[in-house]
């Protein structure tokens, strides 16, 4: 096999497994109305299943470098993908709400194993000169997750019934156990400290208390200021507690100090960035479509598809392009078409047409495919090989966190702006706010992107500066 290809399935059999976790996180949403009425109980409540899904996806996510230094990638890969192709089955056959979410928390530790480990073990067998390409490989078809996710949730609940949303895991996942026995390196890189159980403690409860705050604020229901008080002084002992461990430990449980690498540091801030405005899509264009514009959820399905078609065809074109101008240029000039192509989705009407905001979503998401991946490029540039792990975890939270925050606060602002609109159903001037914020948020990245060099990242991209 020669090198230009022998990444490919490694980078599959990951980008599987990231897909499988973003199709898991997005198509339970059409879903809550029928496992409530099943369960008897109010739609608001099924929230607690998708909350307690991401916790503990986040939560987990900096035990992936210890577990790997002790049993090595294939060994805890396997594991995760087990894990979370029992706990699915677990899901569909929960009898009430308390069950389904003790196995959506089962189903979040499998999550934030997988990715981690996975793009762990690429880049530690990928030479460098290949490693956008490898990425690229594996990013794609996560991609395609959260953007099939509600329309197939849709359908499955329409067809068959919410069971049949949490089955789908199991042929995926028990595919990708096999073949990682073959495709999955066995790699057992060295840790510098043991892992630190009261740290992880202190900061998988900030991240809780972070999740509670945000839910609270979504649903209106923050409570009298007698119950917020002790909650905030909570809330900052956790966060004086974390620091405090941290600064004593010899290797801390999140490596902060990574942040020191210029080309680190502008992937995970831009990239956080950036993430919050893109994050919002999935679950903020189906409602503005469906809620304010009056299409179908086959025709919003049909959005999303488009989009998602494009990214996977054009994604393996940004190694070309980092090569011919260089990590900085395509992200400056290619961050500001992101920032316009969520400002175009504010301006949506229902006169424009289906195909028009199709092609106008598609060609957002192309832009957004490109920036996601040099971002996820960028961010090994200057690292050694001992600080991937690390870097890999610290990197991971950001995503994650900064995908939850960019839905919440769509919610928010659409809520708000309903409510001082008097209006029970939000419009698309609602949307069109909340667009216009992620927007904005994404514009926020510049200043990093400003910060690289000219020469940034050229040894992963290939790119020479003319004399």
């Known amino acids: 096999m020669s090198l230009s290809v022998a990444y490919r399935p490694l980078s599959l059999l990951v980008g599987v497994a990231f897909f499988m976790e973003q199709l898991d996180a997005t198509i339970i949403a059409p879903a809550i109305p029928q496992i409530a009425a099943g369960f008897g109980v109010t739609p608001l409540s099924l929230n607690l299943t998708m909350t307690i899904y991401l916790l503990c996806s986040v939560a987990f996510i900096p035990t992936s470098s210890h577990l790997v230094a002790r049993w090595g990638t294939r060994s805890v890969f396997r594991a995760s993908l087990f894990v979370f192709a029992v706990s699915s089955v677990l899901c569909a056959w929960a009898p009430d709400l ?57 359908l499955i609940t329409t067809w068959l019934s919410w069971h049949w949303i949490f089955f789908i ?88 100090g990574l942040l020191r690498v210029p080309t680190f540091n502008t992937s995970f801030w831009a990239g956080s960035l950036v993430r ?38 054009t994604k393996t074109r940004t190694a070309g392009m980092l090569r011919r101008w260089g990590f900085r240029k395509v992200l400056i000039l290619n961050g500001a078409l992101c920032a316009a192509g969520l400002g175009i989705c504010a301006a949506f009407q229902a006169s424009w047409g289906l195909a028009w905001i199709a092609l106008a979503v598609s060609i957002a998401g192309f832009f957004r495919s490109i920036q996601f991946n040099a971002l996820a490029a960028i961010a090994y540039a200057d690292l050694p090989a001992a600080k991937i792990a690390p870097a890999t ?48 948020i994404a514009l926020a990245a510049f200043p990093q992107y400003l910060r690289l060099r000219p020469d940034s990242g050229s040894e992963l991209s290939g790119h020479r500066l003319s004399a």
């Open 169 to 256: 895991n199991v042929p995926l996942g028990l595919a990708g156990w096999l073949a990682a026995k073959r495709a999955m390196p066995q790699i057992r890189p060295a840790v510098e400290a043991r892992f630190d159980l009261v740290a992880w403690t202190l900061l998988a409860a900030l991240l809780a208390g972070v999740i509670v705050a945000i839910e609270w604020a979504r649903h209106g229901v923050a409570g009298t200021a007698a119950a917020a008080v002790p909650f905030a002084i909570a809330m900052v002992f956790l966060a004086w507690g974390y620091v405090r461990r941290s600064r004593r430990a010899s290797v801390p449980l999140l490596d902060l």
């Open 393 to 440: 975890t610290l990197n991971t939270m950001g995503q994650q966190l900064a995908v939850m925050l960019g839905i919440s606060l769509s919610a928010l602002v659409v809520d708000a702006s309903a409510r001082a609109g008097a209006r029970a159903v939000p419009g698309s001037t609602d949307f069109a706010l909340a667009f216009g914020l992620m927007a904005l």
């Open 98 to 154: 308390a069950a389904l979410a003790g196995a959506r928390a089962l189903q979040g530790v499998g999550a934030a194993l997988m990715v981690p480990v996975g793009r762990m073990a690429l880049v530690h067998v990928t030479p460098r000169r290949e490693l956008v390409m490898a990425l690229a490989w594996m990013i794609t078809p996560a991609m395609l997750g959260p953007l099939l996710g509600p329309p197939l949730g849709g």
């Open 276 to 313: 919050v405005g893109f994050g919002a899509v999935p679950f903020l264009l189906p409602l503005m479509l469906q809620v304010a514009l009056g299409f179908s959820p086959l025709q919003s399905g049909l959005v999303l598809l488009a989009s998602g078609a494009v990214a996977f065809v």
